[in-house]
């Protein structure tokens, strides 16, 4: 089946600074990319949809300049967290469709800690 | 939008008991549904799906699930747990040819040897 990657798989960082997650489709292309978070005993929710060559998509209460998201080419989307501060300390979950529009493949999800 | 209800938090069981998880959705449409498992420590894996037709859907590691319209439910089964079936599952909806996935709270299983 597809393969979706991402990196880091963790991170640890200052208050303050800024953290850069990589999603990419291994064996795919994607024009779409979508990025959830995910807290602690809790589900995914979407925060965004990372679209190719056209700004992204995001979900109400999600904050387009805090979380900014970069899809760069057809199998590489990222997701940089500006200014980071412990509540965004979470795990983030990307996602691509494959083989038709309504199947999804998931990337192993990056931990991010904000000390 | 669509969303989606999962009423067990937390589900615990012997081995060889038999599992049923509830899900429930909120559309007013054509959906696609979806369960999803997380193993402790990895990532997302489709465990089943439903598009269309039988509304009986069989999936990997010998879950299915039963899309039934009426009741906006896709409740997922198993006869016989495993210990290795102790994990995290996801219920999942997407509107009819629309990416925008949203997920069920999840519940979680524990099966004890």
């Known amino acids: 089946g597809a393969v979706v990657s991402q990196h880091p798989s963790r991170v640890i960082c200052k208050s303050g600074t800024s953290v850069k997650i990589e999603c990419r489709s291994l064996?795919?292309?994607?024009?779409?990319m979508f990025w959830y978070r995910q807290f602690p005993k809790q589900s995914l929710m979407l925060m965004a949809t990372?679209?190719?060559?056209?700004?992204?998509?995001?979900e109400q209460g999600v904050e387009k300049d805090k979380f900014l998201i970069n899809h760069a080419s057809l199998t590489l989307s990222t997701l940089t967290v500006t200014s980071a501060h412990p509540e965004d300390s979470s795990f983030y979950i990307c996602?691509?469709?494959?083989?038709?529009?309504?199947?999804?493949?998931f990337g192993p999800g990056t931990r991010l800690t904000v000390l | 939008a669509q969303s989606v209800s999962q009423h067990n938090h937390h589900v615990i069981l012997s081995e060889a008991a038999s599992l049923e998880l509830g899900c429930n959705y909120s559309?007013?449409?054509?959906?696609?549904l979806f369960w999803y498992v997380q193993y402790p420590g990895q990532h997302l894996q489709l465990l089943l799906k439903?598009?269309?037709?039988?509304?009986l859907v069989k999936g990997i590691k010998g879950f299915e699930a039963e899309f039934i319209k009426s009741k906006f439910s896709f409740n997922l089964r198993k006869p016989s747990v495993q210990w290795s079936d102790t994990a995290e599952y996801f219920c999942?909806?997407?509107?009819?040819?629309?990416?925008?996935?949203?997920f069920g709270a999840g519940t979680r299983l524990t099966v004890k040897p």
């Open positions: 439903y598009f269309s037709g039988d509304p």
């Open positions: 064996d795919f292309q994607a024009t779409t």
């Open positions: 990372s679209n190719e060559g056209s700004k992204a998509t995001y």
């Open positions: 559309y007013g449409g054509t959906v696609n």
């Open positions: 996602s691509a469709p494959s083989g038709g529009k309504d199947t999804q493949y």
């Open positions: 999942a909806v997407n509107a009819h040819n629309n990416n925008d996935m949203r």
